[in-house]
Structure formats: C-alpha cells, structure tokens
C-alpha cells in the first residue's frame, strides 16, 4: 500500500548508515544516495520536531553461520561510527545493536512507548536484513510501519526486491523520501 498518513507522533528510524557499512559495503544503489535520501529525511523529522534515532550495529547475534567476518575478523575502530552526513543532533536517540533488528536487546521499544510513537518510518543499509528485521519487529509490536524504498539498499538486486515488493507491503506502507516529507510538510 503506498504511503498514506503519517501518525501525529511518527518516529525515524535509520538503520546501520554507519562508516563500516557505508564505505566498503558492495550496495545495489550507491551509498551516498541513501546517505542523501536519509539525511533529508532526519532533517525533515527534526524540523517537525519529530524522534530521530540512529542505529547502528556494533558486533553480532551468538550462533554459526556460514558468512564468518573476512579473514583476519577485525574491523577498523570506527566501524560502528555513525557516518557525518546524517548530521546526529543531541536529540537524536542513538541504538547500538548486536542483532539484525534494532529492537532486540536494545531500549528503542521504551523509548518510543514513553515518547507516544505509534508509527516509525524505516531507511538504513541493508534492505533485507537490518532494515527489515526492524520493520518486522516494529510490526509485531504493533506500529505502523512505514518504508522509504529509495533511502535503503542492499547488498543483492534480489534479496532488495523480495524485501521492497512483497514483504514490505504486509507490513506497511512504502513510499519515497520525498512523499514522507511531503505528507510532514502538509501537516504543518
């Protein structure tokens, strides 16, 4: 469903625009675009004086799997780093994760309960892991859930099309950077 409405009190949620993922990550859409698109949009929710928070990911979930970190296994120390662009502001609120979603292990659920969001819009690196993992969690808290397809990528064509034209749709609603804003702008 496209986008639609936003809730009075929707919050951002950027997922993983971090200095380890955004520079040396092999995207299907260049990093910088979505750095762009989810610049504009922190900006934008700012403006409206709207939740901001910035995740990103600093290890990962216990378990085997079968795509160990490349061959040494460390990362440089700003890694984790939140990349400028975004332009964190002391208001934001900032997730380090250690799990695909942004909610498991974290505080983002408390604090957008004890700030009255109801909605979250998404954008971040990557589509089908971060950013939907989140979506999926945020759904099954019982937000409403809102996508901007142009401010995320992925790693793989694929992956990024099953995410954005059939997960996404059960959901919530999708819709570009620019039509998020405008639906902020309109209900000034």
Same mark, same amino acid.
């Given at each position: 469903m496209p986008v639609t409405a936003l809730d009075p009190k929707t919050a951002l949620i950027v997922v993983d625009l971090q200095k380890g993922i955004v520079g040396s990550a092999p995207t299907i859409?260049?990093?910088a675009e979505i750095v762009q698109r989810a610049s504009l949009l922190a900006a934008a929710f700012r403006h409206h004086g709207l939740p901001v928070?910035?995740?990103n990911v600093?290890?990962?979930?216990?378990g085997r799997n079968e795509q160990p970190l490349p061959v040494g296994g460390a990362r440089p120390a700003d890694w984790a780093d939140l990349v400028p662009e975004l332009g964190r502001q002391p208001q934001d609120?900032?997730?380090? %994760?250690?799990t695909w979603g942004a909610f498991t292990n974290t505080d983002l659920a408390d604090y957008l309960k004890k700030n009255g969001v109801t909605?979250?819009?998404l954008a971040g690196i990557a589509t089908s892991i971060g950013v939907e993992s989140t979506a999926r969690q945020a759904h099954e808290l019982g937000l409403n859930v809102t996508l901007s397809i142009d401010a995320m990528t992925d790693l793989n064509a694929e992956t990024h099309a099953i995410s954005t034209t059939r997960v996404f749709p059960r959901l919530g609603e999708t819709g570009t950077s620019a039509e998020i804003?405008?639906?902020?702008? %309109?209900?000034?």
């Open positions: 859409h260049p990093a928070v910035l995740v600093a290890g990962g979930a216990p609120h900032a997730v380090t %994760k250690k909605q979250v819009v804003i405008a639906l902020l702008d %309109k209900r000034a």
